[in-house]
């Protein structure tokens, strides 16, 4: 726990004689190593920030894993003190957005295909991209006696997640650029594009209902267990590897009103963040368990061990990949070319990153004026 709340609490305090021991407890339940002297106070055990609770909405993929692993450990909730955390889980980014829209969620770790959709079909009134969580863990998996390369493609059924999702648009993007053709709303042409709930996915596959998928992790990585092999990793078509895969997104009215909130949400996610890359192998495990909580099983450890490698966590939205998804959308005929400007707002972020002593991270011209 910070210095500077140590001496607020030690102010309030009635009786002198008992600061050597409430000292002690406080320290007892800090985080990590000392914050520096002019971090940020953090929230206190108990100490409520401006709103009574903050309901965020995430994936059970391990592309979510900093929300799975700040809600497992408890790091998300220690940065919001007395604002208690609701949590809400979503097959797809479509969905998600719709909870976001009619108010059912505050916060969200989202997919960039329907951020953008969410913004642009808003006008731009009611989301903000406030951060980056994860880049990669997507992979076009296929049923290796049907398709051995790229071309085999033609004619099959692949699944992807749901209409107009962050893996539907590249898998659309990635089909157009083969020169095929396909509708995008119906799925149908040289490739059958078929949207399944990635819960049933690997059961459409056993079945022989399709011959593969573009799916996120830890999907692509059953449906390896159950025989598919990988035919591309995503992050090969990008540059550097890296691209966006999970988004920060908050309502513009819950960022309005409730600042303080926001910013200990960041900091939660961010020392989320670092706590994954620090210990793989414990945040590896706390994901999985997070995963058994929510569906009542955990993932194998064959599936776990090669989907986890492949997902790269970081604080940097990675903004100028959230362009080119969206150019992609616009060449697959979901989306009108938009105007993106203000969809992020990363100066919360940025005071949390200078706080730790780290650089900050553009938004590539797509910030608020």
């Known amino acids: ?48 920030l401006s709103a009574d609770t903050v309901r965020l909405g995430y994936f059970p993929n391990l592309t979510h894993a900093t929300a799975l692993v700040g809600d497992q450990e408890g790091l998300l909730q220690k940065e919001l003190g007395g604002t208690k955390l609701v949590p809400t889980t979503f097959n797809a980014g479509p969905s998600e957005i719709e909870a976001l829209n009619a108010g059912s969620i505050d916060i969200g770790f989202i997919g960039p295909s329907p951020s953008i959709n969410g913004y642009v079909k808003t006008k731009g009134t009611n989301l903000r991209i406030v951060g980056g969580s994860a880049s990669g863990g997507v992979k076009l998996v296929v049923n290796p006696a049907k398709i051995k390369t790229p071309d085999d493609l033609k004619g099959k059924r692949i699944a992807t997640p749901q209409l107009g999702n962050t893996q539907d648009v590249a898998f659309l993007n990635w089909i157009s650029e083969k020169g095929w053709k396909v509708d995008a709303q119906s799925g149908k042409g040289d490739v059958s594009v078929v949207r399944t709930d990635n819960k049933v996915t690997p059961n459409a596959y056993a079945s022989g209902a399709i011959d593969g998928a573009w799916v996120p992790e830890p999907t692509a990585s059953k449906l390896v267990a159950d025989g598919a092999k990988v035919l591309l990793d995503e992050s090969d078509l990008w540059p550097g590897k890296k691209f966006v895969i999970t988004n920060i997104i908050v309502s513009q009215k819950f960022l309005s009103a409730h600042p303080d909130v926001v910013e200990a949400f960041l900091r939660g996610a961010v020392k989320t ?70 969809i992020y707002d990363l100066e919360p972020l940025n005071k949390v990153l200078k706080a730790a002593g780290r650089p900050e991270v553009s938004d590539a011209g797509l910030g608020v004026k």
């Open 1 to 48: 726990m910070p210095a500077t709340t140590r001496t607020t609490l030690r102010r309030g305090l009635a009786a002198a004689a008992a600061l050597p021991l409430l000292i002690g407890a406080l320290a007892s339940c800090g985080y990590g190593s000392e914050a520096k002297n002019d971090e940020k106070k953090v929230a206190a055990e108990g100490e409520k």
């Open 273 to 342: 963040n670092e706590w994954i890359n620090a210990n793989p192998d414990k945040a590896k495990a706390s994901a999985n368990a997070k995963l058994k909580d929510l569906s009542g099983k955990a993932l194998g450890t064959k599936v776990i061990d090669a989907a986890w490698p492949s997902i790269q966590f970081t604080d940097d939205p990675l903004a100028a990949t959230l362009q080119a998804q969206a150019d992609h959308a616009v060449k697959a005929g979901l989306l009108e070319k938009p105007e993106l400007g203000g």
